[in-house]
């Protein structure tokens, strides 16, 4: 049930409990018992409303930031993730492979903000060595979502 419940509330977490538990054939009260154990778990680490904040008022700018760190020994890399994603303006931090060791997403207000981020406190941490940083211009998908209008093809049928 655990599997079926995680690939429900994946593309739809607003899902009805009630709903829920009708389509996996199982009773509200044990639905709520695996959702509450499975947070309580941290196999669910949160509910989120993904926004497209370009059609609102709201100036947010997003960057990409490479990261390259010296791990710290006995402790690796996870003593300065977590130093960086308890920064407010951090909103993921990733250990990947290549050519840096970390990629921080952030938001900011402004550019000016997200530049002051990465020189006044990330790139002034002891371990950092290198950053690079990467504006996103424009989101076209986000967590599986689309979210950019089709354009509409307004082009004349031609017959033969």
Wanted: hydrophobic share 40%; glycine share 4%; charged share 30%.
């Amino acid at each position: 049930m655990r599997e079926k419940i995680l690939t429900f509330i994946e593309k739809n977490s607003r899902i009805d409990l009630a709903e829920l538990a009708v389509i996996l054939g199982e009773d509200e009260a044990a639905v709520m018992n695996e959702l509450e154990a499975m947070e309580a778990e941290h196999v669910i680490c949160g509910y989120h409303t993904l926004i497209n904040w370009d059609k609102t008022s709201i100036e947010k700018v997003s960057a990409l930031i490479e990261v390259s760190v010296a791990p710290q020994r006995g402790q690796g890399f996870d003593k300065i993730a977590e130093r960086i994603y308890n920064y407010s303006e951090v909103n993921a931090v990733y250990l990947i492979s290549g050519s840096y060791d970390l990629l921080v997403t952030l938001e900011g207000k402004s550019l000016r903000d997200a530049a002051q981020f990465v020189s006044d406190k990330l790139s002034t941490l002891d371990s950092v060595l290198s950053t690079k940083t990467n504006f996103i211009l424009k989101k076209y998908k986000d967590h599986g979502t689309v979210m950019t209008e089709k354009a509409k093809d307004e082009r004349m049928l031609m017959s033969p």
